[in-house]
């Protein structure tokens, strides 16, 4: 979503878009799995429907997901840590806050107002303005301080890129990557040991990127990895079990971050330990997992990379910044139509995969029309 588009300079083969066409897969799947994220969580935090096949379709859906964030991430890793020919941090600055300071602006403004207009009216200025302070203007509006931070730190970033080899920066973003999740399960079994709920470490939009600096190293560490035969199908197996986990972590022992549920005994433990978060052990791994198996799917000389279908990729791959941005405008109205009453998830397995179609389908074509506007388009 925050990838630029793939290069293809002047005068380069077509089929060198194949050579980044796993970055394009990557992030139109991703895009999709915040979408169900984002939709399915309506019904899963619905109490009335808790243990009925839609909550737990809106389970497997919500948290079989929850990797899209970091993959996201280590997908700019992967497009932008390479070091430029002229590392000029001014030019980087200027074409990045160029391009993400417009959309900033416009959706935080967008949000606010449909917080205090419609979601709710009630609402107090200064909890407004606390939730901008924090990063959470709006849903998922955190992710745009998330990546402003990691581009600040990208320039700085290069030297170590360019001296140190793909196993050391594996190992240095691994490590950045198990620090957030180490400090989230210590502050689980204290919490846990002094027999209280764990401490609100929420960040504030100026810390947002810090847990995410090592999947941007993973990304660019792991972008050149294609996995084969044995080691790509265990790989995937592997994957698919971490998902699976938090799927069931998340109906059969609650997250306690939603209010859906309170572990106890075993459960407890497993919460504390390994949260529910962005920052959660078993989630990172996932969201490597994930990288990995697309990236080797997809490599240059795979189908998926054929030149013509690494062209509409590349296509769809750039309207996902804008996809994300509009998404939960369009899920707002969508559910807040006349004679449909769907503020609080859809009740039924139909209507949770007809729902997250729906703001799919309908999210990529809002951002397809604003795109071809020309007072609009640099909003997406």
């Given amino acids: 979503m925050d990838a630029p588009p793939t290069p293809s300079p002047a005068g ?14 990557l992030r139109v799947i991703a895009i999709v799995g915040v979408v169900c994220i984002h939709v399915a969580g ?26 899209a964030v970091p993959v996201f991430v280590m997908v700019s890793g992967a497009v932008i840590l390479r070091p430029p020919a002229d ?11 160029g391009r993400l300071g417009i959309p900033l602006v416009f959706w935080h403004v967008v949000y606010v107002v449909l917080v ?8 107090e200025a200064p909890a407004v303005v606390a939730n901008v302070l924090a990063g959470e203007a709006y849903t998922a509006l955190y992710f745009f301080w998330l990546i402003l931070g990691l581009y600040a730190v990208v320039p700085l970033l290069w030297p170590v890129v360019r001296a140190w080899s793909p196993r050391q920066l594996t190992v240095a973003g691994a490590g950045l990557v198990a620090v957030p999740a180490l400090d989230a399960a210590l502050r689980g079994v204290i919490a846990l040991l002094e027999d209280r709920p764990v401490d609100d470490a929420s960040p504030t939009l100026v810390t947002q990127f810090v847990p995410y600096v090592g999947f941007l190293l993973l990304g660019h560490a792991l972008g050149p990895v294609v996995l084969r035969g044995r080691a790509l199908v265990l790989t995937a197996l592997g994957t698919a079990a971490l998902c699976a986990e938090l799927v069931l972590q998340a109906a059969v022992v609650g997250d306690p971050g939603s209010d859906v549920g309170t572990p106890t005994g075993a459960g407890a433990v497993l919460a504390a330990v390994s949260p529910l978060t962005y920052q959660g052990a078993i989630l990172a791994l996932a969201a490597v997992g994930v990288f990995v198996v697309v990236r080797s799917v997809a490599h240059p000389s795979s189908a998926l990379a054929a030149p013509a279908l690494a062209r509409r990729m590349r296509r769809l791959g750039d309207l996902t910044f804008g996809v994300f941005a509009c998404h939960l405008l369009v899920l ?3 559910v807040r139509l006349p004679g449909v009453d769907l503020v609080d998830g859809a009740e039924s397995v139909p209507g949770v ?14 951002t397809a029309v604003l795109a071809r506007l020309p007072g609009l388009r640099r909003v997406v």
């Fill in 87 to 97: 590392p000029s941090a001014r030019r980087f600055y200027r074409r990045r806050l």
């Fill in 353 to 366: 995969v007809t729902l997250v179609g729906v703001v799919v389908v309908l999210a990529f074509a809002v």
């Fill in 116 to 123: 205090v207009t419609v979601v709710d009216p009630e609402v």
């Fill in 42 to 67: 309506l019904t899963y935090v619905n109490p009335d429907l808790e243990g009925s096949g839609a909550w737990w379709l809106a389970a497997a859906l919500d948290f079989g997901a929850k990797w």
């Fill in 12 to 25: 380069t083969p077509v089929d060198g878009l194949s050579l980044l066409a796993y970055t394009s897969w």
């Fill in 332 to 334: 707002a109205a969508v």
